[in-house]
T-cell receptor, first 113, second 111 residues
Framework: DVKVTQSSRYLVKRTGEKVFLECVQD?????MFWYRQDPGLGLRLIYF???????EKGDIPEGYSVSREKKERFSLILESASTNQTSMYLC????????????FGSGTRLTVV | QKEVEQNSGPLSVPEGAIASLNCTYS??????FFWYRQYSGKSPELIMS????GDKEDGRFTAQLNKASQYVSLLIRDSQPSDSATYLC???????????FGGGTRLMVKP
């Protein structure tokens, strides 16, 4: 069964901490994405990557960075966590071309206190 | 202007009825259309994809696409309480395999 795996289901961090969210996929997908989802705001794209070491800003990149050193792994970094980054974070992956949808990971519920 | 629009709901239907969920999009050249189901606290799960005008059926689900009118819909026949979830419409609006998501419609199926 194909999978997108996010390292943590629930995470609690303190304000100012550096936070790493990890995502691994086993489908040989070129594209990987990080979204956050908040009530009433839908899915908002933070960053995406279409190849190893490539990254593109999404709609809300401020306060975040990403790393993609290997094709299967895409990391989201909160440089200095703040309470307004409390959210559900969703990783997704897809093939670069073709009429394919995204496969989502199970999500990480991050609480910053 | 939002590029993919859905009524946020909630859409309430009785058990056994047909639930009809609608989605409109802005780009006439869109080629790929997807429906995701998201249970509360869970991640989106792909349930239907459609690429050509007309209907596509999969079990109790039917996706309908009308490119001329720029809308895509999802019908759920014999709705069950377990179908209660938020349904996200996603459209490939431009080049490459990049999807734009609607805000989702919350469906409630009452026993």
């Amino acid at each position: 069964d194909v999978k997108v795996t996010q390292s943590s289901r629930y995470l609690v961090k303190r304000t100012g901490e550096k936070v790493f969210l990890e995502c691994v996929q086993d489908m040989d997908h070129e594209n990987m994405f990080w979204y956050r989802q908040d009530p009433g705001l839908g899915l908002r794209l933070i960053y995406f990557s279409y190849d190893v070491k490539m990254k593109e800003k999404g709609d809300i990149p401020e306060g975040y960075s990403v790393s993609r050193e290997k094709k299967e792994r895409f990391s989201l970094i909160l440089e200095s966590a703040s309470t307004n980054q409390t959210s559900m974070y969703l990783c997704a992956s897809s093939f670069r071309t073709g009429p394919y949808g995204y496969t989502f990971g199970s999500g990480t519920r991050l609480t910053v206190v | 202007q939002k590029e993919v629009e859905q009524n946020s709901g909630p859409l309430s239907v009785p058990e056994g009825a047909i639930a009809s969920l609608n989605c409109t999009y802005s780009d006439r050249v869109s080629q790929s259309f997807f429906w995701y189901r998201q249970y509360s606290g869970k991640s989106p799960e792909l349930i239907m994809s459609i690429y050509s005008n007309g209907d596509k059926e999969d079990g109790r689900f039917t996706a309908q696409l009308n490119k001329a009118s720029q809308y895509v819909s999802l019908l759920i026949r014999d709705s069950q309480p377990s179908d209660s979830a938020t349904y996200l419409c996603a459209v490939n609006l431009g080049a490459g395999n990049m999807l734009t998501f609607g805000g989702g419609t919350r469906l409630m199926v009452k026993p």
